[in-house]
């Protein structure tokens, strides 16, 4: 009988931003991510993780960096050194495409930088990979085939199955991440790889400028359990201070919408 041929696994992690203080951190798609293979890693024997981040490496990032492998006392992290401000698509694709892993996990959107959450699409495209989106679970991986749970509206899910290799981000939906323990933290080593570095061009015609309140946005439906992703699929929406026109003009109706923006604070 033949081993079990070793399944590799790469996640891009990336350095995250406190919603409040400001303050470097895991990003937390990303830890979910990190969870997500770690339990694939505990059903596989021959199953190998690496943490891959492409970019600059300060100290006060390299606490929040360092927070990755301590969730599960991980020896070292792949540390792709890159300028600030570089394009890292071309430097990651090169990577993965050397170390040919089969399964690539990354957040659906970075909390610097950008943020637009076209790299695993991008990184995808570059290697003629697969890539799902939204991922809220690995149920199993067998034969080269993983079956997966996507996350989609209203808390439903949906199964798929994907020929590996592919490249799939993880959605909030998926396991919360667990704590990282500060001393297996401490102890990981950065296997940095100085690496010549693409300027991002498109990047540096942009005009940036801090960020204004949003309008405020409807009631959101946020399912975490079974039973309440059940209730938010089969519920319909309530009549409560609802108004149906019937045989108005355009500027009655008009007027009506504009006065519920208004009292939902939408428009300010």
């Not at 300060?58 to 006392?73: C, F, I, K, W």
């Not at 667990?178 to 570095?197: C, H, I, K, T, V």
């Not at 015609?205 to 039973?227: D, E, G």
């Amino acid at each position: 009988m033949q081993p079990d041929k070793a399944l590799d696994m790469c996640v891009l992690v990336s350095l995250g931003r406190h919603p409040l203080t400001g303050r470097p951190r895991r990003a937390d798609h990303d830890a979910r991510g990190v969870e997500l293979a770690l339990g694939v890693e505990s059903q596989h024997a021959n199953a190998r993780l690496e943490l891959v981040h492409a970019g600059s490496c300060s100290t006060d990032s390299e606490t929040a960096l360092r927070s990755y492998p301590g969730m599960a006392s991980l020896p070292s992290m792949t540390l792709l050194e890159q300028e600030e401000g570089a394009d890292v698509i071309p430097v990651l694709g090169d990577y993965l495409a050397q170390r040919e892993p089969q399964l690539v996990l990354t957040g659906c959107r970075a909390e610097c930088g950008e943020g637009s959450g076209l790299l695993p699409y991008a990184l995808a495209e570059r290697l003629g990979w697969p890539v799902v989106n939204n991922l809220a679970a690995i149920e199993h991986i067998e034969n080269g085939v993983a079956t997966v749970l996507q996350a989609l509206p209203r808390g439903q899910r949906k199964r798929l199955q994907v020929r590996l290799p592919a490249i799939m981000s993880v959605d909030s939906a998926a396991p919360a991440p667990r704590q990282s323990a500060f001393g297996p933290a401490r102890r990981a080593q950065f296997d940095a790889q100085a690496l010549a570095s693409e300027p991002d061009t498109e990047l540096a015609q942009w005009s940036l400028s801090a960020a204004r309140k949003r309008p405020k946005r409807l009631k959101i439906v946020k399912a975490t359990s079974a039973r309440e992703r059940f209730k938010a699929a089969a519920s319909k929406a309530e009549g409560g201070s609802g108004q149906v026109l019937d045989g108005v003009s355009a500027d009655q109706g008009a007027d009506a919408i504009l006065k519920l923006l208004n009292e939902e604070g939408v428009l300010r």
